[in-house]
């Protein structure tokens, strides 16, 4: 295992993921042909966000500080409104939700299981990567959605801008102070660790939907979900 | 210990905890006399919303069932908008929320940890007998609050109402169903044990409020939250 600093010394040059298209390429992939089965999508996307709720309740539960507790109950109530705003839509579909759900939540816990990390900054980095991550997944994905249902389910995702500031602002703080010694290395490395297994759940989305044949279609979508990833590891001060 | 079923033969005649005093009596404390002090008691009953928040989450991410999951998270949903509506209102006085919290947070957080339990169930009977003895408290307290205060507080404290069906109804259906041997003695004891602990936060927050002269007055409050109590367990088919 290598460990190297991205504060201390100058940044050195290793091979990155980069976004192999450039943005506005991406604008061109057409959502709209991807067509996701709602059902099943709205389910796997409302249990995801239950995970989401889950691992920062613990988070609320393990906070080091009353202030930290605070931002990030917020944060937990943000993922539980998207998750029950997902149940409305499916219900709003004639769908039963926990039937609906049942399928994805053995992934879903697994994953959550492997994002939680071993302290409370590994737990806050892995919820910040990979709801960053999936919820931009989800929302582009959403785009296929039939009529309304796009609209509403995109602003349903697009609801947790908040959330990400709140864990943006507690890791910053405590890469900036040094809260323990090797942090931002220890950060560094399971950000990158994080980026497989996430993809791995939007893969599994493409096939939850019926889409199998249109994975070649969101490879670059999965390009702009590693550049925006790259992005938020940079505006923490680690490589990603 | 001795252990006893309620539902198998006749209820023995145990000394039980009753009321000492009809309903109607109890219409007669005055409350707006006690008048806490707003700041600290919302900070107290603030944070204790917190600490359900934080019991129900952990009751979500250990539910046996999908369908129990989802009924808890919207409980959990329902105590944090709690927490998160008294924030506001201590906000509105002018006050910093975690600054006013801070006193309480070790002696709440012993008590959640105290009535956390051995397992779920016991965990969401610690939830159902505490947060049900003390909303039913702060409520009947905050009515000593200043003019419309006390209105917006226990329009607050009474939005709880869903969750206790869901405790209950898990619960019920679990003791009913045998879920396992003796669970419903076990249960019985361990809702007996928690109502002394609950007494000790309740008093606490007359302290906090300043009104340590008026604990006497408060007495046949004590007795309604007890009698509420043994409905509460009643209910459950449980002696209290």
């Known amino acids: 295992m290598v460990f ?4 201390r010394i100058a940044r050195p040059e290793l091979p990155r993921l980069r976004p192999r298209v450039a943005p ?8 709209t042909e991807l067509v996701p089965e709602p059902v099943p999508f709205l389910g796997q996307a409302a249990y995801i966000q239950l995970e989401f709720f889950e691992s920062l309740a613990r988070s609320v539960a393990t906070a080091p500080t009353l202030s930290a507790k605070e931002g990030l109950s917020r944060a937990a ?3 539980l409104r998207q998750h029950h705003a997902l149940i409305a839509e499916l219900r709003r579909l004639g769908a039963e939700p926990v039937e609906v759900m049942a399928p994805f939540a053995p992934a879903a816990e697994r994953f959550r299981q492997a994002s939680a990390g071993a302290d409370w900054y590994e737990l806050l980095l892995g919820i910040h990567v990979t709801s960053g ?13 039939p009529g ?16 990400a500031g709140v864990l943006h602002d507690e890791l910053f703080a405590a ?14 490395l399971w950000g990158r660790s994080l980026v497989g297994d996430t993809l791995l759940i939007a893969r599994s989305a493409l096939r939850a939907s019926d889409s199998r044949d249109r994975g070649a279609d969101v490879e670059p979508v999965f390009t702009e979900l ?7 590891m940079d505006a923490l001060g680690l490589t990603a």
Do not use: C, Q
């Open 4 to 7: 190297w600093s991205n504060r």
């Open 148 to 163: 309304e249902l796009a609209t509403r389910v995109r602003a349903i995702l697009a609801e947790d801008e908040a959330s």
């Open 226 to 232: 590693i550049a925006a990833h790259t992005r938020r």
């Open 77 to 79: 109530g943000g993922a």
């Open 24 to 31: 506005t390429d991406l604008a061109k992939v057409d959502f």
């Open 175 to 188: 890469i900036e102070a040094e809260a323990e010694p090797g942090l931002a290395d220890r950060l560094a």
């Open 133 to 145: 991550m999936l919820d931009d997944y989800f929302s582009r994905l959403a785009e296929g959605l």
